[in-house]
C-alpha cells in the first residue's frame, strides 16, 4: 500500500532479476495530474549487500528530477520515447517500465526498504522554465518535457491536497519522509553547450546562478510544506560521460568545470538554506565524487577498457565518428552490449544499472551519517 491508499492499486511481483533479488513494483493510487501519472517508487527487495536507509526509519521518500531519477512518469507522457523499449530495462522483470537505463537507478536503491513515496522526475526536464531558456538563446529538443522543477513541486502540492492519507497528521508524516531534490540540471547545462554550444565560461557566469537559485526555491516551498529531512544532490561529472576512455585527462573539462562551479554554488545555497531553517535537516549529496571515484579506476573493477555506450547505434560513417542521434538506444535494430556490467556508460548520457549501484553504494552510508540515522 502506498500512503494508505488503495484505489486504483497494482501490486506486480517481480522475479528472475540479473541481481537474484526478489522485487516489488507498485503502482499504487497513480494520480493522475496534468495529463500525467505520479509513477510510484521502484521498490526493492531483499538486496544483500546493498547500502540501506533502512535505519532512517522513514515515512516516505519524495524525488523530484530528470531523467537520472525518472522511474516511469516520461512514458506516461509520451508513449514514443525510446526508454519505453528494449534495450531499456533489460535487466528489469517484464518490458522495460521508463528507465533509461538497463535496469535500476540510484534512486531505486535508496528507496528499496520503504513501501510509501512518490517519484515526480520526469525525464527531460529541465530546473529553469523554456521561457528562460528561449531568453537565453538557449535551444532544446521539441519533445523537452513541460514539467520542471518548479512543476514538479506544484504538482506535489496538489497530491498532498488532494489525497485523502494526508488529510490527516500531515504534518507529521511529511517529518518522518525523506526529499531528494535532484540531482538536477544535466539537461539545461547540455542543452547549453551541445544543442547551443554556449562555452564552458558563458554557461558559468550566466546559467549556474540562475540554476542554484531554482534549485534553492524549489526547496524552500518543499521546506515551507512541511519537508524536515531534506537531501540535495549535486551533479555528476557529464563531462567523463563521452570520454573514450577512463583517464580523466580525456573527459571534457569544459563541462565537468560546469559541474564543479555548479555543485560549489549548491553547496553554498544548502549552507544558507539550514541558516534560515535551523530545524530542518538539508544534506548536500556528492553524486559528482562518487562518481569520479570509481571511474578512473574502472578497469580494476572490471570494467571493459574503452568507455563505449553498451546500448548505441555506430554512426552513418562507421565506427570511429561518435554518436549518431539518429541511431540511438531503443530505435530499430539497436542492440546493446553482451554484458552491461562491464559498461559505465549506457546510452551516451545515462548509465547502467551497476554504474549506478555503485554511486549508491557510497551516497547512502553519508546520506544516512548527516540525517544521523541509527542502527
Not at 39 to 46: A, D, K, Y
Not at 70 to 75: K, S
Request: charged share 20%; aromatic share 12%.
Amino acid at each position: 500500500m502506498i500512503c494508505g491508499i488503495t484505489q486504483n492499486k497494482a501490486l506486480f511481483l517481480l522475479s528472475s532479476m540479473a541481481t537474484k533479488a526478489s522485487l516489488l513494483f507498485m503502482l499504487s493510487s497513480l494520480f493522475l495530474l496534468w495529463k500525467l501519472k505520479v509513477n510510484s517508487l521502484f521498490l526493492l527487495r531483499n538486496l544483500s549487500n546493498a547500502a540501506s536507509l533502512k535505519a532512517c526509519n522513514l515515512e516516505a521518500i519524495y524525488q523530484f528530477g530528470d531523467s537520472f531519477s525518472d522511474t516511469g512518469n516520461a512514458i506516461r507522457e509520451n508513449k514514443a520515447l525510446e526508454a519505453t523499449k528494449l534495450p531499456y530495462g533489460l535487466n528489469l522483470p517484464r518490458e522495460p517500465k521508463g528507465r533509461f537505463s538497463d535496469g535500476m537507478l540510484v534512486i531505486d536503491f535508496e528507496a528499496k526498504d520503504y513501501h510509501n513515496g512518490k517519484n515526480f522526475a520526469v525525464s527531460s526536464a529541465s530546473v529553469l522554465p523554456k521561457g528562460v531558456l528561449k531568453e537565453k538563446s538557449i535551444f532544446f529538443p521539441e519533445t523537452m518535457t513541460n514539467f520542471t522543477l518548479h512543476k514538479q513541486v506544484d504538482w506535489m502540492a496538489t497530491y498532498f491536497n488532494e489525497t485523502p492519507y494526508f488529510s490527516k497528521d500531515r504534518a507529521e508524516k511529511l517529518k518522518r519522509s525523506l526529499f531528494f531534490i535532484g540531482p538536477m540540471a544535466h539537461g539545461d547545462y547540455m542543452y547549453s553547450m551541445d544543442l547551443s554550444r554556449k562555452s564552458s565560461e558563458w554557461v558559468k557566469s550566466n546559467l549556474v546562478p540562475d540554476i542554484v537559485q531554482t534549485i534553492k526555491e524549489a526547496a524552500t516551498r518543499v521546506i515551507a510544506f512541511g519537508a524536515v529531512k531534506v537531501v540535495i544532490p549535486g551533479i555528476y561529472a557529464f563531462g567523463c560521460f563521452k570520454a573514450p576512455g577512463y583517464n580523466v585527462s580525456l573527459c571534457d573539462q569544459g563541462k565537468n568545470s560546469v559541474a564543479t562551479t555548479h555543485n560549489d554554488l549548491l553547496r553554498r545555497a544548502i549552507e544558507e538554506l539550514k541558516k534560515q531553517h535551523p530545524n530542518v535537516t538539508i544534506v548536500y549529496a556528492d553524486y559528482y565524487s562518487a562518481f569520479m571515484s570509481f571511474f578512473p579506476k574502472a578497469l580494476s573493477l572490471g570494467f571493459e577498457p574503452a568507455n563505449k555506450p553498451c546500448c548505441f547505434g555506430t554512426h552513418k560513417n562507421g565506427p570511429g565518428h561518435g554518436f549518431n542521434p539518429d541511431n540511438m538506444c531503443g530505435k530499430p535494430g539497436v542492440q546493446s552490449c553482451a554484458n552491461p556490467a562491464k559498461r559505465i556508460n549506457w546510452d551516451g548520457s545515462h548509465m547502467t544499472q551497476h554504474a549506478y549501484r555503485l554511486i549508491a553504494d557510497l551516497i547512502i552510508p553519508d546520506i544516512a551519517a548527516k540525517l544521523k540515522c541509527s542502527a
